[in-house]
């Protein structure tokens, strides 16, 4: 089992791209579940999602204790604790200005994915566009899926600029895409 937990402020979109992560998974053939967890519910509040992909059933509905991945979209909620929570061989993924220098380790995995939002959606909305990053760690989790899930549950007035990212992001950290001629 893939266990994802992304970190977020209140009106990041953590939760949605959870949800699209998950909705890639099964456009894959995996099972998935993905849930939040979060306090008083306000713009700006620190909050947690979970995705969880499987070849088999799911039935574990609580809240992952150790990640294959961890994403956080907001470099304020980093904490090198972090690195206590992932699985063997796990990987931290950042949206952030600072070099990976200043983590200082090789697990934590950096990108200015807001300059990129920015450019693209008008927004420093980033929930979409780090995805781009775990399709090029993860052999499970591709492009092509989390474009179909990105044109089938999000509304056609936002998926074309989040397609637009996701493959910028992609292209910027060394990978390969199907941007099916939206760039």
């Known amino acids: 089992m893939k266990e994802i937990t992304w970190y977020g402020r209140g ?15 099964m456009l894959k053939g995996y099972r998935a579940l993905a849930f939040p967890s979060f306090g008083p519910e306000r713009r700006g509040a620190p909050i947690r999602a979970f995705t969880r992909i499987s070849g088999e ?3 574990d509905r609580s809240i992952i204790r150790k990640s294959d991945y961890i994403i956080v979209l907001d470099d304020s909620l ?14 931290i ?7 990976p220098e ?20 008008k927004r420093p909305i980033v929930n979409i566009g780090i995805l781009g990053l775990l399709t090029g760690l993860d052999p499970d989790i591709g492009p092509d899926e989390i474009f179909r899930a990105i044109e089938e549950y999000m509304p056609n007035k936002i998926a074309d600029k989040n397609i637009r990212l996701l ?3 992609i292209k910027l950290n060394g990978g390969e895409s199907d941007d099916q001629g939206l760039s």
Do not use: C, H, P, W
Request: aromatic share 6%.
């Open 167 to 169: 493959d910028r992001i």
């Open 57 to 59: 059933g799911i039935v």
């Open 78 to 91: 980093y904490d090198k604790e972090m690195l206590n929570n992932l699985k063997e061989g796990g990987r």
């Open 102 to 121: 200043y983590f200082g380790d090789d697990r934590v995995i950096v990108s200015d994915i807001s300059t990129q939002a920015e450019k693209i959606l």
């Open 93 to 99: 993924l950042i949206n952030t200005k600072r070099d």
């Open 11 to 25: 009106g990041q979109g953590a939760f949605t791209a959870s949800r699209i992560l998950g909705a890639a998974a």
